[in-house]
Every structure is written in C-alpha cells, then in structure tokens.
C-alpha cells in the first residue's frame, strides 16, 4: 500500500520554495522538535532558526532552511510560512562560513544589548545554514 | 558659401546630439520595461504568503484568550503622526516623485490641520532631496531600496516604525505609496500602517477546539503581527517599484519618439541647406564663366 500523503507548501515572503504531496514533515519548533505526518492533529507552531526536512513520497527528502516562520497544519495541508526561507541546495557554504566568523566577531565587540541581540540573530541564522549543508563552522 | 557649410555643419552637429540622446532614452525605457515584468513578478510570488498570513492573523483574532496587542489598539489620543513617503532614488520617470510627494503633501496637511505633529519617514532618495531642501524633519531615511525591494529592507523599517509606535513616539503611522493598476494606470494610495486596522482582521473563522497551539496562541500573535506590519510595508514597496518602472518606461518612450521627431525635422531643414548652398555654388560658377566669356 502506498504511504498516505499530503499537500504541503513552504512559502517565504519574497516566493514559493516547495508545492507538492510528501509524507512527513520535520522541523524544530521553539518548544521543541515536532515532526508531522498526514493525518495529524491540526496544529500552529512557532519556528525560531529552524531547519525544515520536508519527505517526498519517492524517499526523497528536501531539506530548507527556514528563518522567523510557523508551520500550519490543516487536515490534509500543511503549510511553512516564512520571513526568509533558504533551499539547502541554494545555500552558499563559504558565504555562511563567513557570515558566521564575522557575527562572532561582532558578538565579543558588541557593546550595547541591541548590537549584541543581533549579533546572535546572525549567529543563528549562519549556524541554521551550516547546520542544513552539513559544513563544519570552520575549516 | 562659406555661410550656408557653416549652417549644414551646426545642423548635423545638432542631428548627431539628437541621435545620441535618443540612444540613452531608448536603452533606458528598455532596461525599465525588463524591470516591470521582474517587479510584476516579486508582487506576484509574494501574493501566497499575504494570503496565508493574513487568513491565519484572522483566525488567531478571533481566539478569546488572544487579548489585545498593542500594535492591534488604538493610542487613545493622538498627538503625532508617523508617515512613510516611498519615492524613487532617481528622477527621469515622468510625474511618479511629483505626483507621490503631492499625495503625501496633502495627507500631512489634513493631519496638521486636525492640530497633530507629524513626522516623516522616507524611503527614496527623491523624496529625501525635497524635504531637506524645504528645511523639514525627517526621523529616518532609506535610500538604494525601490529599485528592486527586498523583505529585509520592508523588516528594517518596518522594525524602526513598530518600535517607535510601541514607544508611543507616534500615534499611527500612514504609509504614502504608488499602486500599480496597470502599466498605464498607477495611482497615488495611502494606507494606515499602524494600528492594524480591526476590520482587517475581521472575519476570521477560528479554530477547532483540538488544535495544538505551540506555544500559546497569544504568544502566536505576538510574534506574527510585526511579520504582518513587515508584510504590508513590503506589498507597498514591491507596488511602488512596478509603478516607478512602469513610469520611467512611459517617460523614456515618449522622449525617445520626441527626439525621433526632432531628427526629422532636423534633416529636413539640413537637406533644404545643403540644396541651398549648392545653387549658390551653380550661380557662382555660371556667373563667373559668363564673365570670362563675355570679356
């Protein structure tokens, strides 16, 4: 018997990354990881930093990096909504090594609380996208 | 003769200027008519995420345990009003900057005439230029962000106006943009940025009872709405991108046919030169053989 499937969209402000049937959805929400299958509770869940591993139906899987979103969970659709949403395929590994060096950098240099807050804000996000591709922070 | 060469010279020198201007303006209306499709697009891939953000800020309204969010609430007096001005960086687009600084000129007079300060935000070089040149405050500016907008321009001024509203710094916050109808058609709109407006979350349809709320619904709401605030300015930013575009097409195209016309009449008047001087240099030739021959 075919796995049951269902409709799941991850859309980011700026586009749409993935439309299509699959057979489970994980993703790290910010009270903890929650993975879905077709046929779950309805549910909303607040995602930080989080990578999203969204399973095809051919065993595929394709794994996004997901910034600032929540997830939506409706019968038979699931939908990621997203501020900035990245594909692992599209994730550029030495700009986030980079981007990673430099908010560590502005981290220990942050002299007010704000600077500091966004420092780690970007801390995360490079952490999310290396975390995704499987780099090492350094190298 | 030497006259009439000198005239023929000047006139082509001029055809010449013509013609090279009407390269710019023809290169420009091009780049500017590739830059509306790609402007129509961004509108176009962002439309799922404002439908989606929208239906589930309105089904989150309406759960009882949401309470009020004070980007939701009204300030109970208001004494200063935040308004966006989103202009172009550049000119060369028609009446686009006039006719978005004439909107945002007539808004800020209503406001003041009701007895409130106002206070300006401006995205666009343009508009920046103006108002420091009739000596006006402005909170904060933006520049590089209209040609093509990206969400993490909206965020950061969206960022600036919501914590300046939730300092009460200001009391509503409109935002003056240019709203693409069409490729002829683009008109100055306003809209109120802050506070969310109540029947723009009217209608929700709520949720079942069994729903997994992770974390609290209020904390949701708490979250998403700067997202939503954030979404809106976007939507402005992304419609007043296509407008410029779209302007600057119609500009440039009608410079370019202008300048074509101009050439024309041009060459016409440079060919009547050039006859002309040739005659002259007939007559003088013929003249001056039947001087030699009848001496």
Known sequence: ???????????????????????????????????????????????????????????????????????????????????????????????ARAARA???????????DEDAERARDALARADLRLGLVGAEASS | MAAGAAELRTLWRRIDSVRSTQKITHAMELIAASRITRAREAVEAARPYAVMITRVMRDLATEATVGDHPLLSEHEELRRIGVVVISGDRGLAGAYNANILRR?????????????????????????????????????????????????????????????????????????????????????????????????????EGYAPEYLFEPSPRTLLEQLVPRYVEHRMYAALLESSASEHASRQRAMSNATDNAGELIEALTR???????????????????????????
């Not at chain 1, 430099?102 to 007010?112: F, G, H, K, N, S």
């Open chain 2, 269 to 295: 008047e440079a060919n009547a030169a050039r006859q002309a001087a040739i005659t002259t240099e007939i007559s003088e030739i013929v003249s001056g053989a039947e001087a030699l021959s009848s001496g």
């Open chain 1, 1 to 95: 018997m075919a796995e049951a499937t269902f409709q799941v969209d991850v859309v980011s402000a700026e586009r749409e990354l993935f439309s299509g049937e699959s057979t489970g959805v994980y993703a790290r929400g910010v009270e903890g990881d929650i993975g879905l299958l077709p046929g779950h509770q309805p549910a909303l869940v607040l995602l930080g930093h989080a990578p999203v591993r969204v399973k095809r139906p051919d065993g595929d899987q394709v794994r996004i990096a997901v910034h600032n979103g929540f997830l939506e969970c409706r019968g038979d659709e699931l939908t990621v909504l997203a501020d900035l949403a990245e594909l692992a395929v599209e994730i550029d590994v030495d700009r």
């Open chain 1, 102 to 112: 430099r908010a560590v950098r502005q981290l220990e240099q942050a002299e007010t």
């Open chain 2, 104 to 204: 945002a000129d007539r808004l800020v007079e209503q406001e003041e005439q009701a007895g409130r300060e106002v206070r300006r935000y401006v995205v666009g070089r343009k508009a920046q230029q103006t108002y420091s040149y009739q000596g006006r405050d402005i909170a904060q500016y933006w520049t590089g962000v209209t040609d093509r907008p990206r969400y993490a321009d909206a965020a950061e001024i969206a960022e600036r106006i919501i914590a300046d509203y939730s300092a009460g710094e200001v009391d509503r916050v409109w935002v003056c943009f240019t709203n693409f109808r069409s490729a002829l058609r683009q008109v100055p709109s306003v809209l109120q940025l802050l506070p969310v407006r109540e029947r723009e979350l009217a209608g929700g």
